[in-house]
């Protein structure tokens, strides 16, 4: 019923710059808070940034004032600006949905989102 289908990632150098798409299908897009997590190996699954409804973005510390979450309701679509990055910033990166609308409420914990994008490599070497 409902889709998240990521794209943008990739391997590049430690400094440069990719974009993350998510495109969303099979829900009202615009009243859901939309989120990015990304899990590297060995480690848990974390938050990294997230906007809602009413496009308040939220990030965690490591990637303030280097990555920009930004919505465009028209295309279904958010996207994740990565600049500057960091050999630990690799990470296998995915959007999500929100469960519930008009909520930004535990927007930085898993159990907020109830449905999941495959997934994209983000690999930043040294």
């Known amino acids: 019923q409902v889709q998240l289908v990521e794209s943008g990632g990739g391997l590049v150098q430690a400094g440069d710059s990719l974009r993350l798409s998510c495109a969303a299908s099979g829900r009202t897009f615009s009243s859901y808070t939309m989120a990015w997590f990304r899990q590297a190996p060995g480690k848990e699954r974390e938050f990294v940034a997230a906007?809602?409804?009413?496009?308040?973005?939220y990030y965690t510390d490591s990637v303030k004032g280097r990555f920009t979450i930004s919505r465009d309701n028209a295309k279904n679509t958010v996207y994740l600006q990565m600049n500057s990055l960091k050999p630990e910033d690799t990470a296998v990166y995915y959007c999500?949905?929100?469960?519930?609308?008009?909520?930004?409420?535990?927007?930085?914990?898993?159990?907020?989102?109830?449905?999941w994008g495959q997934g994209t490599q983000v690999t930043v070497s040294s």
């Open positions: 906007i809602s409804w009413k496009v308040r973005t």
């Open positions: 999500a949905i929100s469960a519930t609308s008009y909520s930004s409420t535990y927007y930085d914990t898993e159990r907020a989102y109830a449905y």
